[in-house]
T-cell receptor, first 114, second 110 residues
Framework: EAQVTQNPRYLITVTGKKLTVTCSQNMNHEYMSWYRQDPGLGLRQIYYSMNVEVTDKGDVPEGYKVSRKEKRNFPLILESPSPNQTSLYFC?????????????FGPGTRLTVL | DAKTTQPPSMDCAEGRAANLPCNHSTISGNEYVYWYRQIHSQGPQYIIHGLKNNETNEMASLIITEDRKSSTLILPHATLRDTAVYYCICTTDSWGKLQFGAGTQVVVTP
């Protein structure tokens, strides 16, 4: 089944404790990105990647890092999480062959930083 | 990308057609209209997109006015599982960031 998976789905952590949220897709998609969703602010893009070893900032990249060492994986790294990074996070992917902006989203990761 | 305006909420009876309006009066000639939906904090799901012509797929129909300043997403026979927030997005990009607005909360009732 074609899908985007994220792990963990839920995470409660403390300020300053480094964490990684994994994202994997099995559709051989070139494009992958991360969004965060907050009440009243909607979905905002954090980082995106056009292909392996190619990443770029979205609208709200501060406090986050990403890497794209393999085509299928696009982990989101919070080196020193802070309470304002408490949010619902979504990974998305899209294949350039689609010639459209049809994106496939993961199920989400709900992060709480205390 | 053109700004879109959608009603904040609407109700629909199960089995009836749901017609979701979207205004995009500043849309440019090469901007597509995309529709996504998000069911209760799940990941957004692509529904349909179009440029000028009306489009239909297994999920919905998209009607774009001739002047392209507005569009309507039609769910032909709404079910309880169609309860979700529906987002109308205009973009020229065939890839890249999707600019999600507030969307329309659709509640399908029995």
């Amino acid at each position: 089944e074609a899908q985007v998976t994220q792990n963990p789905r839920y995470l409660i952590t403390v300020t300053g404790k480094k964490l990684t949220v994994t994202c994997s897709q099995n559709m051989n998609h070139e494009y992958m990105s991360w969004y965060r969703q907050d009440p009243g602010l909607g979905l905002r893009q954090i980082y995106y990647s056009m292909n392996v070893e190619v990443t770029d900032k979205g609208d709200v990249p501060e406090g986050y890092k990403v890497s794209r060492k393999e085509k299928r994986n696009f982990p989101l790294i919070l080196e020193s999480p802070s309470p304002n990074q408490t949010s619902l996070y979504f990974c998305a992917s899209s294949g350039l062959y689609l010639l459209s902006n049809e994106q496939f989203f993961g199920p989400g990761t709900r992060l709480t930083v205390l | 990308d053109a700004k879109t305006t959608q009603p904040p909420s609407m109700d629909c009876a199960e089995g009836r057609a749901a017609n979701l309006p979207c205004n995009h009066s500043t849309i440019s000639g090469n901007e597509y209209v995309y529709w996504y939906r998000q069911i209760h904090s799940q990941g957004p799901q692509y529904i349909i997109h179009g440029l000028k012509n009306n489009e239909t797929n297994e999920m919905a129909s998209l009607i774009i006015t001739e002047d392209r300043k507005s569009s309507t997403l039609i769910l032909p026979h709404a079910t309880l599982r169609d309860t979700a927030v529906y987002y109308c997005i205009c973009t020229t990009d065939s890839w890249g960031k999707l600019q999600f607005g507030a969307g329309t909360q659709v509640v399908v009732t029995p």
